[in-house]
T-cell receptor, first 116, second 114 residues
């Protein structure tokens, strides 16, 4: 089974702090994704990565950055946390092949971040 | 551009009743479609997927979905609801051909009443 783990289930940070959210997958997947989930808005893609050191902006990248130094690890960084970044953050991974399997994403348990 | 519309942000059924969660999609490429389920305080789990093979797709926990191209729909059904089915359900469609992105619907919260 694919396993995607996230470093924290719950996190409370203060406005202006730098925040790191870590995600690790154990199935050698090429693609990794960061989403935020808010009530009534579904999942919105922040950033994704299709290879080590490669990244692309998603739909809502403002205020976030990412890092992928190793294939299994994808980090989301909030450079200066703000209250409007209070949300559930979900990490996912998928294969990078050219078949339809690359769309099948496997999710971590999520990190509920509160910025006060 | 690809998009997904889930009709009804909240659906309530009685235990043992039919579950029907609606999903309509828009896609400029042959669609790959997915249903995910999210239990409270957990990540998303894949229920089932359509990838251009059989139009009736069976998934886990007794759920199935039928791809109807003429209606651009991919509705999720289960003949008999169980209390453990209470969760949020998301429909998703693949993104542009060159990437691996999914576009998600806004989700439908399913409540099962005893």
């Amino acid at each position: 089974d694919v396993k995607v783990t996230q470093s924290s289930r719950y996190l409370v940070k203060r406005t202006g702090e730098k925040v790191f959210l870590e995600c690790v997958q154990d199935m050698d997947h090429e693609n990794m994704f960061w989403y935020r989930q808010d009530p009534g808005l579904g999942l919105r893609l922040i950033y994704f990565s299709y290879d080590v050191k490669m990244k692309e902006k998603g739909d809502i990248p403002e205020g976030y950055s990412v890092s992928r130094e190793k294939k299994e690890r994808f980090s989301l960084i909030l450079e200066s946390a703000s209250t409007n970044q209070t949300s559930m953050y979900l990490c996912a991974s998928s294969l990078g092949d050219r078949t339809g399997q690359r769309y099948e994403q496997y999710f971590g348990p999520g990190t509920r971040l509160t910025v006060t | 551009a690809q998009s997904v519309t889930q009709l009804g942000s909240h659906v309530s059924v009685s235990e043992g009743a039919l579950v029907l969660l609606r999903c309509n999609y828009s896609s400029s490429v042959p669609p790959y479609l997915f249903w995910y389920v999210q239990y409270p305080n957990q990540g998303l789990q894949l229920l089932l997927k359509y990838t251009s093979a059989a139009t009736l797709v069976k998934g886990i926990n007794g759920f199935e979905a039928e791809f109807k191209k003429s209606e651009t729909s991919f509705h999720l059904t289960k003949p008999s609801a169980h209390m453990s089915d209470a969760a949020e359900y998301f429909c998703a469609v693949r993104g542009q051909t060159s990437g691996s992105r999914l576009t998600f619907g806004e989700g439908t919260q399913l409540t099962v009443n005893p």
